[in-house]
């Protein structure tokens, strides 16, 4: 009885980690052969804290992040429309964290090979597609010198993130990600934290935005922090761009004159993305949602199932939330088609509904319904639009979202943790 995991990512060491937890046997299959701490500042909403609370991981949390307090919008001038607060300020049971994406990723790594043994992940070894068999399934696999082999298991999760190879096999003629027009800079700053030392914020508007936020505690001896910032501009989507680089380093001269004014008492933003160390191009893509994710004994999760614009602080969180609704479906069905066909009935309808609403009204899109009413300057913000309107705004992107403060906190544990044994190791 195993459950065989294409993709080491953030998604896969997270059920990874959960079958352990629950007593399932598991193998995970990574294509590089080394795994390093790549990426840049990423938020965890609280309902996907509670789940890394429940598997342990608090604490080292804590080590690695900041507990976000709170979320300010401003206008392209600096002037504030909102501030809500966030985490346990709000009212949840969990903190938010802001971490950086690559020391989360090696946390789990490091959580995961304590716990079930260096042997539970196989790394430089690429899904090429699986073979369904009934109440079997088996993972076609080669390596980087071009072996091949083949991995019978119980059942398959494709956590192989946005261009998964499992979730071509299911759907051939989707064709690649799409990209809607914009483009994202991201890069980490060593520069004084703004704001409560632990605030989120965002400023501009849709075709013209930055975004920045504290990802590590201010040194003791020089006040510093890491500061994650990304600045986001809208092209035509017919335009031609370089959409395939995913990961390019970035020139400073195509994006930064765009954002030399926004200098403000509280934060230089032209000063801050000068003073990063590197700066990564990502293309903001998504894809359209589909009508189903299970194949035979095979499904997706993660990037893979429900790769959304990266609005609303969704992309690991949804998929740490997809590895504990996986195994408590584990739980109550076996590994069987049935556990992958109730996850995917809890899980499909919600995250198929955030990818299309982070496409025309995510979290951000209040800001740009003010620089449509006073081309983001006003004396009051209440002569612009009304508190209520903003709260109403929050309220409603949070309950889409499925982490309102009354959903996560009167919701039980996802998983029967008092079955759990922590002894099982991997397959």
């Not at 590590?216 to 986001?232: F, K, M």
Request: with cysteine; aromatic share 8%; net charge negative.
């Amino acid at each position: 009885m195993t459950v065989l995991i294409a993709g080491g990512g953030i998604a896969g060491l997270s059920l990874a980690l959960t079958c352990h937890q629950i007593g399932v046997p598991f193998k995970v299959f990574e294509s590089v052969s080394h795994i390093r701490p790549l990426g840049v500042g990423i938020n965890l909403q609280p309902s996907a804290v509670r789940e890394l609370c429940d598997l342990g991981l608090e604490a080292r949390l804590d080590e690695i992040g900041v507990r976000t307090r709170d979320y300010g919008l401003y206008t392209k001038k600096g002037l504030h429309i909102w501030t809500e607060p966030r985490g346990v300020a709000a009212g949840y049971r969990w903190p938010q964290f802001s971490v950086h994406r690559g020391q989360l990723h090696m946390l789990l790594l490091d959580e995961l090979t304590r716990r079930a043994g260096p042997g539970c992940l196989a790394c430089g070894w690429s899904a090429l597609g699986f073979e369904d068999a009934g109440d079997r399934v088996a993972l076609r696999l080669r390596d980087r010198q071009g072996n091949e082999r083949t991995e019978p298991g119980d059942v398959l999760v494709g956590a192989d993130g946005i261009h998964s190879t499992i979730r071509r096999q299911m759907n051939p003629q989707e064709g690649p990600p799409v990209w809607g027009g914009a483009v994202l800079w991201r890069g980490t700053t060593r520069a004084r934290p703004y704001k409560t030392g632990a605030s989120m914020v965002m400023i501009g508007h849709s075709g013209r935005r930055f975004v920045a936020y504290p990802i590590s505690t201010p040194d003791p001896d020089t006040g510093l922090a890491t500061i994650n910032w990304i600045a986001n501009l809208n092209y035509e989507p017919g335009q031609a761009w370089n959409k395939e680089d995913w990961n390019r380093k970035a020139r400073l001269e195509d994006f930064l004159p765009r954002f030399e004014a926004m200098r403000f008492d509280w934060l230089d933003v032209p000063a801050l993305i000068r003073a990063a160390d590197q700066v990564f191009e990502y293309p903001m893509v998504d894809r359209d949602p589909l009508p189903r994710w299970t194949h035979g004994q095979a499904t997706l999760m993660g990037d893979a199932a429900h790769a959304a614009y990266p609005v609303g602080s969704n992309g690991a969180g949804s998929a740490i939330i997809d590895a504990r609704k996986l195994g408590r479906a584990f739980q109550d069905h076996g590994l069987t088609r049935a556990a992958l066909e109730h996850f995917e009935e809890e899980m499909r309808p919600i995250t198929s509904k955030v990818v299309l609403t982070n496409r025309v009204a995510g979290p951000d899109h209040i800001l740009d319904v003010v620089e449509e009413r006073c081309g983001g300057e006003f004396a009051c913000i209440d002569d612009v639009i009304s508190h209520d309107e903003l709260a109403e705004h929050a309220r409603r992107y949070k309950t889409i979202a499925g982490y309102s403060v009354d959903a996560i906190n009167q919701s039980p544990p996802t998983l029967r943790l008092h079955q759990a044994s922590q002894e099982v190791p991997a397959a």
